[in-house]
């Protein structure tokens, strides 16, 4: 039970850390996610003029500032070697929570109040399941994917809730400092908090020990039930913001808000060179990969790509990018043990 | 105590309760619902159950060796469309050519995860999350959105989901239903005798052990893949048959009914137990379950994705906390009896020292 994500038979797991030091292998992962930005960025300005604007590119982080949200709650539980799956499913019930209070004639900010505390409790939930009894974080959460769905459905049905007060609806576009929104700016503001909180704080170490080794952490004292059980409730809270924000920028709540997200979110983690097994990967990379993400799509709308075609795409994506470091992988150790052997061969050369 | 560690397993005991709490379902709701358990209920229940018992008993075989497969509503939806072109176009395909051409596209489709999670070693969840968006990105690309219709089918595929086999009174034993339990009992007969299906138990339970013991591990995650899209592509012409009407959103959610199925059926994720008659348990639970609260006026059908998803918890967490104990228990008692059984005959006892 203890590694859930290691759940593919041959997982001996974590071996390439013993043959190349992690930061050199996340400084060429990071390089190599430049180098394909650039690419990106140039065949997009060939295909749009302009394409490189400070407005266009903060265009694509409003357009998808639901997502790149969850990306950070979701980058650290990757680290810790948890996933959640139920992110998109809170994010609908949360915006059909605080949409179905506001038409029943609750004051809208209560409302909205009332659904942050809906994904505080989905958070509390999935984490009391996944940290304190020790259930498997991918059951547990592709459980509630499906029943925190469900409620959403349970209170829109069929029916699509709009006609938001015009400060909710402007909360997404309105340019707050120079051409920056709001969205944006809370986006920056919770990626540098944490950036603090996972690269240089004493709480994102144990985060990574725990992805590296939930034994060894138990045993260092460290409090793993605990961590694991805040870092869901952040997730949960994170993704009920995000579905707000959602609503406010589309101006109407469906049941469907966000219905397979989980794709974008956990593809913007993982080609950002956190590992699946968990332990390693930084926010840096996270940043960049969501760079491309944003602007791959970008680029296949500008080439008339349908949005079924680019998801797709991503589709691939995200299984290349733990193919690749497999891949990589499996090429230095054959190399490593040619190596071995020839020098070994020469030695017996040497001895006759 | 003893009598009954030898008499049943845990895992009995597990399909028992299902069983029981399958009964008193329906008890409970023939109070409820009046004329709510006839013929007719049954008929409807068992063409239903059919697509999504299918499923399940690929997502048996996958979940045996501590995988997932979510892309199998993308097969089952590529499949069908498909298939359901080829008949449209080609109206002289006979039928068994059409299943065959289901089962291999569809393993066609399986291979591709196989590959990917037992030898790229890339996460079954991570591949199955791709791929269930690159086939259904596939199928829409595929289609251009041209949804095919019950009047462009050959008029076999469209009365397949009214036809019976035979009938006891007034319950029909229906094609859709015989080729499901069909498919059930060979799955079943494989994994109880069958080498192959040994060695998806043995995986499960303890990958590192199996390999030292020389188990081509790869290869038989792989079949499973293989098998899972298969039986995919066979439920993906189920499908087709049921509905007649595909269109590019055919089976999406498909993957997590069969998981719910499996799930709630016993079999866990924990790798190693569980077993397809389970599955298929599992599968009819929950048809019984959204047919009934179909049919209930007293909560609204929209809290049946709610229901469901609680339930595969429910199941999940009883496993874990309740069925645990009982295993360890058994395996305790199973420790005394033998003991007690070598006292009895000493001379095993000098054997062993």
């Known amino acids: ?352 | 105590m003893k009598t009954l560690v030898r008499r049943f397993r845990p895992e009995q005991i597990r399909v028992l309760f299902l069983i029981i709490l399958m009964l008193l379902m329906i008890g409970f709701f023939s109070i409820e619902i009046p004329g709510y358990f006839n013929a007719r209920f049954i008929n409807r229940v068992s063409t239903s159950v059919a697509v999504v018992a299918v499923l399940a008993v690929g997502q048996t075989l996958v979940f045996l060796t501590r995988n997932f497969d979510l892309s199998v509503g993308s097969i089952a939806g590529f499949t069908a469309y498909f298939v359901g072109q080829q008949l449209w176009f080609h109206k002289d395909i006979p039928p068994v050519a059409a299943v065959l051409l289901a089962i291999g596209v569809g393993m066609a489709m399986g291979s591709v995860n196989g590959v990917l999670v037992a030898y790229g070693r890339v996460p079954s969840i991570i591949t199955t999350i791709g791929t269930l968006a690159i086939y259904r990105s596939l199928l829409v690309e595929y289609s251009h959105a041209v949804p095919i219709t019950t009047n462009n089918l050959p008029t076999w595929v469209v009365d397949i989901s009214a036809q019976s086999l035979f009938a006891i009174g007034k319950v029909e034993i229906r094609v859709l239903f015989a080729i499901m339990l069909a498919v059930v009992i060979i799955f079943q007969l494989m994994l109880s005798f069958l080498p192959f299906g040994r060695r998806l138990y043995a995986i499960g339970s303890n990958p590192d052990a199996a390999r030292i013991a020389g188990f081509p591990a790869k290869r038989i995650v792989f079949l499973a893949f293989l098998m899972s899209g298969g039986l995919a592509g066979l439920a993906g012409f189920l499908f087709l048959g049921r509905y007649g009407n595909i269109t590019v959103l055919a089976g999406a959610g498909l993957e997590f009914e069969s998981i719910a199925a499996v799930v709630v059926g016993g079999v866990s994720n924990a790798g190693g137990s569980g077993t397809v008659i389970g599955a298929f348990l599992g599968a009819l639970f929950l048809d019984l379950l959204q047919n009934s609260l179909f049919r209930w006026a007293a909560i609204s059908e929209f809290w049946r994705d709610a229901i469901l998803g609680m339930l595969v918890l429910l199941a999940v967490a009883l496993d874990y906390v309740v069925f645990g104990r009982l295993k360890n228990l058994w395996a305790r008692t199973e420790l005394q009896l033998e003991t007690e059984d070598s006292i009895d005959k000493p001379e095993v006892v000098t054997h062993v020292s």
């Not at chain 1, 809270?237 to 469907?256: E, K, N, Q, T, Y």
Request: with cysteine.
């Open chain 1, 1 to 352: 039970m203890s590694a859930n994500l290691t759940s593919s038979p041959k997982q001996s797991g974590g071996d390439h850390s013993l043959f190349s030091p992690v930061w050199q292998r996340l400084k060429s992962w990071e390089g190599m996610l430049l180098v394909l930005l650039f690419v990106i960025f140039t065949i997009n300005s060939l295909l749009a003029p302009g394409y490189l604007g400070i407005g266009n590119q903060v265009n694509l982080f409003i357009l998808s500032i639901e997502k790149v949200l969850v990306a950070i709650t979701m980058t650290f539980l990757i680290i810790n070697g948890e996933i959640d799956l139920s992110a998109p499913s809170i994010m609908g019930l949360a915006a059909c929570v605080s949409a179905y209070l506001f038409a029943n004639g609750t004051n809208f900010g209560a409302a909205l109040l009332i659904a942050m505390s809906v994904g505080l409790v989905c958070g509390m939930w999935n984490g009391f399941w996944i940290a304190r009894v020790g259930l498997n974080s991918l059951v547990v959460t592709l459980a509630m994917l499906i029943c925190y769905r469900g409620l959403a459905r349970v209170f829109l049905e069929d029916k699509s809730i709009g006609k938001f007060p015009e400060w909710f609806a402007a909360l997404g576009q309105k340019n707050l400092i120079g051409p920056i929104p709001l969205a944006l700016l809370l986006f920056l503001g919770l990626w540098v908090v944490a950036v603090i909180i996972l690269q240089y704080s004493g709480f994102g170490r144990t985060v990574y020990v725990i992805g590296n080794s939930k034994d060894v952490a138990r045993y260092s004292g460290v409090r793993v039930p605990r961590v694991k059980f805040l870092l869901y409730i952040a997730s949960g809270l994170m993704s009920a913001l995000a579905g707000l924000l959602l609503a406010a920028r589309l101006g109407s709540v469906r049941g469907d808000l966000a219905l397979g997200y989980e794709l974008d979110i956990i593809t913007m983690v993982l080609l950002g060179g956190v590992s699946i097994f968990g332990g390693s990967g930084t926010l840096y990379g996270v940043f960049l990969s969501i760079m491309i993400i944003l602007n791959i799509r970008n680029g296949m709308s500008l080439a008339n790509l349908s949005g079924h075609f680019q998801t797709g795409v991503i589709g691939i994506l995200l299984i290349l990018s733990v193919l690749g470091p497999n891949l990589v992988n499996d090429a230095r150790t054959a190399l490593n043990r040619r190596r071995f052997r020839h020098s070994q061969g020469s030695q017996g050369a040497q001895s006759t």
